[in-house]
């Protein structure tokens, strides 16, 4: 399997709230983050969260992890339209010189 | 801080052409990466640089591709002879020693068109 499984499509009504889920194999990661890429740009880092904590909030985002599935999700209260885009989630550690591992990414859909 | 700049935006090429992409990194990262995104495979990690000197290479998938950054402010991605297949968006991303941890900055993208 790959090093990082997202599901790739995930649709929700405006105002809702999103989950996006993730899990990876690197049981030494460090950090983990999650990436906004909207059309035709790059990757934007949303949040980052470091391996010795449960969870972090950043205003309508929060990041969930836990450690022992190794599983991370990311929440978006209060889904807009403007957050249509692909969520990529991805995880580094020291013995991999901090590099990025990246999973394949979950289009989010936000319809009216 | 005009964030990393890539050019050119859109590229469209015939195939055995020779395809140059371009990166300015932000001033002071001295970490550059180059990225490849593919329906078929996601993002993947071509090479990276630090202070100028390649570090890994393992990613670049053949012969046809090499990369250069002649100096602090400056890479290249080239492609020759191009091919159908190595349409892709390539992205260009940097870092520093202390944020690298942190997440890098990506640029917008180069979007290859091999015909």
């Given at each position: 399997?790959?090093d990082v ?5 995930l ?5 809702d709230s999103?989950v ?5 194999t ?8 999650w990436y906004?890429q909207?059309?035709g740009?790059?990757l934007?880092?949303?949040?980052y969260i ?5 969870m ?6 929060t990041?969930?992890l836990n450690?022992?599935d190794k599983?991370?999700s990311?929440?978006?209260?209060d889904?807009?339209t ?5 969520y990529f989630?991805a ?13 394949r990414?979950t ?5 009216p | 801080d005009?964030?990393?700049?890539q050019?050119?935006?859109h590229?469209?090429t015939?195939?055995?052409?020779e ?12 970490y ?9 495979r ?6 990276y640089f ?9 990613g670049m998938?053949e ?9 602090a402010?400056?890479s ?8 159908p297949?190595?349409s892709a968006?390539y992205?260009?991303?940097?870092s520093n020693?202390?944020?690298?941890g942190?997440?890098?900055t990506f640029?917008?993208?180069t979007?290859?068109?091999?015909v």
């Amino acid at each position: 399997g790959e090093d990082v499984e997202q599901s790739l499509f995930l649709s929700v009504r405006e105002g809702d709230s999103s989950v996006i889920n993730c899990t990876y194999t690197d049981s030494s990661s460090t950090y983990l983050y999650w990436y906004k890429q909207e059309p035709g740009a790059g990757l934007q880092l949303l949040t980052y969260i470091f391996s010795n904590m449960d969870m972090k909030q950043d205003q309508r985002l929060t990041v969930l992890l836990n450690k022992k599935d190794k599983h991370l999700s990311l929440r978006i209260a209060d889904t807009q339209t403007g957050d249509s885009a692909i969520y990529f989630c991805a995880f580094s550690s020291s013995g991999g010189s901090y590099i990025p591992t990246f999973g394949r990414g979950t289009s989010l859909i936000v319809h009216p | 801080d005009a964030g990393v700049i890539q050019s050119p935006r859109h590229e469209v090429t015939e195939m055995g052409q020779e395809v140059t992409l371009r990166c300015k990194p932000i001033s002071g990262h001295d970490y550059l990466f180059w990225y490849r995104q593919t329906m078929m495979r996601g993002l993947e990690l071509l090479i990276y640089f630090n202070n100028n000197v390649p570090i890994d290479d393992s990613g670049m998938p053949e012969d046809r591709f090499s990369a250069k950054m002649p100096n602090a402010s400056f890479s290249t991605l080239k492609i020759q002879p191009s091919e159908p297949r190595d349409s892709a968006v390539y992205f260009c991303a940097s870092s520093n020693e202390v944020a690298r941890g942190y997440g890098y900055t990506f640029g917008s993208g180069t979007r290859l068109t091999v015909v």
